[in-house]
Every structure is written in C-alpha cells, then in structure tokens.
C-alpha cells in the first residue's frame, strides 16, 4: 500500500489524537511520525510487517545501507580484537564507519541513520555521526565486494571476526580507488 499525501496527514493527527489522550497502546506515535516526515516508509514495512508496502527509498538503497553497516560492524569488531602486532597494515580510519556524504548519498545517510537511532539496529553506531562530509559510497562497495565473500563464513567460524589478513585485503580495496 502506498501512502497519499491525504493519508499521511491523517495519519499524523491520528498520532496526535493519540498521544493527546494517552492512550497506552501498542502504536509508536513517535516512530510513525518520524517514519513519514523522513520519507522512510520501508520502515513502516520493516516495523509494521504487512501494514503498508510502500517504496518511498528503493529498497536496493536499504540492502546496500544495511550490508555496509553489517559489513563495518564486523569490521570493526575484528580490528578491536586483534592485537596490535597484528594490526600492522591496516589503517584504523578504513575499518571504521564513518557515514555517508550529506550532500551526494543522503538517502544512504538517512537509510543508516533512521536504522539506528528509530529502529535500534547495529547499536555500535549509536553515538556516531552519520555525515561523513565526503564520498564513503565508492570506498563501501569495493570493500563489500572483498568482504561480501568471507560474510558467508563468519557463522561457520563460531564468531563473526575476521583475520587480519582478511582486514588487509578489505582494507586494500578502500585505498584503491577515491569515493
């Protein structure tokens, strides 16, 4: 289902209707508003199972945010648990999530930032800045693409951590291109 300017409207003073009376409800006035004053309805879908199917972000955009968040919650995991001989190679700006370019990949940005701080997903980035000020899109791609690979693995190992071999050759990807 699609929503229409119309419906988001009364949607919204149905919230207000709601919270006015105090009614103690199973309904998250708050989420909801957030979710359609951000344009985020894939949310209500991922909050609201079978309520609306609505596609304001491509959901593409959602995968590709939350396989970089996944990828980058790992990464940074593993980075933490390595000691520092083996940390030797491997720069501690590449294996850390750093957000997205507020001017050239806002709905990433949004994407990542209505995640955490709406949905409470990848809790690591809690307190982070979700503007990176500069392209991290490119960088993210190339080193999904290294990454996406050894994904498959981590469960079969008994934690998700990567070796720091692994981070290297993660870590080549992003200084091989700009963006």
Request: hydrophobic fraction near 40%; glycine fraction near 8%; charged fraction near 25%.
């Amino acid at each position: 289902m699609e929503l229409r300017p119309a419906e988001k409207l009364i949607i919204l003073m149905l919230t207000e209707i709601y919270d006015h009376l105090g009614v103690q409800g199973e309904t998250d006035t708050d989420f909801l508003r957030s979710a359609i004053f951000g344009g985020h309805n894939w949310a209500l879908d991922w909050q609201l199972p079978g309520i609306t199917q609505t596609d304001t972000v491509p959901n593409e955009v959602v995968s590709e945010t939350v396989n970089i968040l996944d990828m980058f919650d790992v990464l940074e995991g593993s980075f933490e648990a390595l000691s520092p001989e083996d940390r030797v190679g491997i720069e501690d700006w590449v294996v850390q999530f750093r957000g997205f370019d507020g001017n050239n990949e806002t709905t990433h940005m949004s994407v990542a930032q209505f995640l955490v701080e709406k949905m409470d997903r990848f809790a690591r980035f809690s307190d982070r800045e979700f503007n990176s000020h500069a392209p991290t899109l490119g960088r993210a791609l190339r080193m999904y693409e290294v990454y996406e690979p050894l994904r498959a693995n981590l469960g079969m190992r008994g934690n998700p951590r990567l070796s720091a071999d692994e981070l290297r050759a993660i870590s080549a990807a992003a200084t091989a291109g700009r963006g």
